[in-house]
């Protein structure tokens, strides 16, 4: 069992979340009804309800509640449900509000960096900041206790095989010299250790990118890590809420069909090759028929392709004139799984190899 503050997982593992719309309230729910803890993506978790294309942030907020209190529901009272927002979103602050007055048990927050998270959920959920190095644990954890006297409840390591935006240079990711998990992970440790002993609370590390196995969990835990945060592989299960085009997409991939795409965050991205991604390579504005003014960085005037409605292309079936964000891992996923059954085998060659 992990403790994060007042709260308590069965299993080391969390569900990473994944969007748009393919974290949702049904894969969130079931992982957290094996004991882990299910997250819910807030990246436009209302693309489908009434009223998303007149006021999306409004819309996405009321939908983030309902998926938080369905979820809290198929979970039975079992596991924690989180929900990832990104800093490089607007409606940031409201987001964050929103999951609050759902009742999720924690927020996890990257693409960016929370500097302000404190501000508007302090005390009401766990907060968790995603970091890519030890130095930006170390700024985010100063900026929190200088502007707010508080410090992370957890904190999730995101290393450079991960699906979706990556925290590092696109150079470095093709050459294949980022820095590795399990460096990080060090150097995480190392700068978090002074804010737990100034505040007096344990800060649990979760470590992600490229996890697939029992035997990688059990390697981590063995480096001092709490758990692990696990996405991709989830993907490929009945319970997952994308569409079962968008599943075969990740089932059918091969080491060939996965590769670095620029997107309009200013985050490198990994993805599955298909033709949307293709037509990128050549052109621009590929997917501007609509700005749902969803991302602060980007400037609808000169971006490649609006992500939004990439994104939300893919996850409805559409999935050759969309994005599909996967981790490396996802060559090796070949078939369908239940969660259950997959959190089975994880836990269980994670067991044999403690």
């Given at each position: ?41 807030a ?21 983030i ?47 960016g960096l ?15 900041p ?5 130095k ?15 410090t ?110 620029k997107?309009p965050?200013?985050f ?11 037509k ?25 392709y ?10 409805s ?19 369908m ?18």
């Amino acid at each position: 069992m992990i403790q994060i503050q007042d709260k308590f997982l069965n299993i080391p593992l969390i569900q990473g979340g994944m969007g748009v719309g393919v974290s949702l309230s049904s894969l969130a729910g079931n992982v957290a009804k094996c004991g882990g803890m299910g997250v819910i993506s807030a990246a436009h978790p209302g693309y489908n309800f009434e009223g998303f294309r007149k006021d999306p942030t409004a819309t996405s907020c009321r939908a983030i509640k309902y998926h938080i209190q369905r979820a809290k529901e198929i979970a039975e009272g079992k596991g924690l449900i989180g929900v990832n927002i990104m800093v490089a979103g607007n409606g940031y602050e409201e987001l964050v509000k929103a999951s609050v007055e759902g009742g999720c048990d924690a927020i996890i927050s990257g693409a960016g960096l929370p500097l302000d998270l404190p501000k508007y959920a302090k005390g009401k959920a766990l907060l968790a900041p995603i970091v890519s190095s030890g130095k930006a644990a170390r700024l985010i954890a100063k900026v929190w206790e200088k502007r707010y006297q508080y410090t992370p409840d957890f904190v999730v390591i995101e290393g450079s095989k991960a699906g979706g935006h990556l925290g590092f240079k696109k150079e470095d990711l093709l050459a294949g010299t980022c820095q590795k998990l399990e460096d990080i992970l060090e150097d995480v440790k190392k700068e978090l250790a002074p804010f737990q002993e100034k505040f007096k609370k344990s800060i649990p590390i979760f470590v992600a990118g490229g996890i697939d196995c029992g035997k990688k969990i059990a390697e981590f835990i063995k480096r001092g890590a709490s758990g692990v945060q696990i996405a991709t592989p989830f993907i490929a299960t009945y319970e997952c809420d994308a569409s079962q085009e968008f599943k075969d997409m990740v089932i059918n991939a091969t080491k060939e069909d996965i590769e670095l795409v620029k997107s309009p965050t200013g985050f490198p991205g990994r993805a599955i090759v298909n033709e949307f991604v293709k037509k990128t390579r050549n052109r621009g504005n590929v997917c501007m028929k609509s700005c749902l003014d969803c991302m602060i960085p980007c400037n609808p005037s000169d971006t490649p392709y609006c992500i939004s409605e990439a994104l939300i292309q893919s996850v409805s079936g559409n999935v050759n004139n969309g994005l599909v964000f996967v981790g490396t891992q996802a060559a090796d996923i070949h078939c369908m799984k239940h969660v259950h059954e997959l959190i089975q085998e994880l836990m269980q060659e994670m067991e044999d190899n403690l």
